[in-house]
């Protein structure tokens, strides 16, 4: 917290200045005083407004010239933060960026990331805690939440991708910190979509205690529907890469003209019965052999 409150006093200063260059050139009384939230700093009159502007892009080469806020850390365990207190002066939000835990012992964070304050009746009232961070110096982003859910309301949650890309979501475990290990994937195939409906296959992907992927031991071909146990090359609406079918509970129809659907089909310990009408059934008989 010392160094969020270092970050605010560094913020409030720069931002006082701008606000006082700003003031006498308009002929404003600036008014500046002591920051009354904890750590001190500067504090900028009441509802004064700041307004930037830029006709630069955002270049590398020329050093990022649009960059109106720039916030630099400049000791390897600082973190610059933007925080949000409530009336009383009570942090609530804040938006902080760094490399470096506060605990040497933990791993690197390298991260941004939004923090938003525990239960006030909770195990850690009132600390602010990361929610959602951005790690950077990573190709892939590997983007994070903790103890936080995620509802969409009237709207939906897309995953795409381009050609030959699976499209994944993924449930894990985890242990060690961010370290997770695959259990099953949920997964549009990056099989190539060639017309008629083709590509794109749905499958249920399962692992090892490792994280190794082992099968797919549900799959469905979106150009026909058909569903595929333990194959992802089903030819018949069920195909199923077993030696058996279990139906655990057993049933006996009424009479021949009981209630019943075409194709279902029923036992019990005398006889084997199929629908092969509405309402009309036929059994064989069962024996030992």
């Not at 260059?21 to 004064?48: K, M, Y």
């Not at 649009?66 to 973190?79: F, G, H, N, V």
């Not at 590509?199 to 692992?207: A, E, H, L, P, T």
């Amino acid at each position: 917290m010392k160094v969020l409150r270092a970050v605010s006093l560094t913020l409030g200063l720069t931002f006082g200045v701008f606000s006082m260059v700003h003031a006498e050139a308009s002929g404003i009384d600036p008014q500046f005083t002591n920051s009354r939230l904890p750590g001190g700093g500067i504090e900028v009159p009441h509802n004064q407004r700041f307004q930037l502007s830029t006709d630069q892009q955002w270049i590398y080469s020329q050093g990022h010239l649009s960059d109106l806020i720039r916030l630099q850390w400049t000791a390897d365990r600082a973190k610059p933060a933007i925080s949000w207190a409530d009336e009383t002066g009570q942090d609530k939000t804040a938006i902080v960026s760094h490399a470096k835990a506060n605990d040497p012992e933990q791993q690197d964070h390298n991260h941004l990331s939004i923090e938003t304050t525990m239960s006030p009746t909770g195990k850690y009232p009132n600390q602010l805690f990361t929610r959602f961070e951005v790690p950077y110096d990573q190709d892939i982003a590997e983007i994070r939440t903790h103890s936080a859910n995620l509802n969409v309301v009237d709207g939906l949650m897309r995953i795409a991708g381009s050609v030959g890309v699976n499209r994944d979501v993924q449930l894990a475990k985890t242990a060690n910190g961010n370290v997770t290990t695959p259990r099953w994937t949920v997964r549009a195939d990056g099989t190539t979509e060639s017309g008629a409906n083709a590509g794109s296959n749905f499958r249920i992907i399962r692992y090892s205690d490792s994280g190794e992927e082992m099968d797919t031991p549900f799959s469905i071909n979106r150009s026909n529907g058909n569903v595929g146990i333990d194959n992802t090359d089903a030819t018949a609406k069920l195909d199923v890469n077993g030696d058996r079918i279990r139906i655990r509970k057993s049933a006996t129809p009424a009479s021949s003209s009981a209630p019943g659907n075409v194709g279902e089909i029923v036992w019990d310990s005398e006889y084997l019965y199929i629908c092969i009408a509405p309402n009309k059934w036929k059994r064989t008989e069962l024996t030992s052999w």
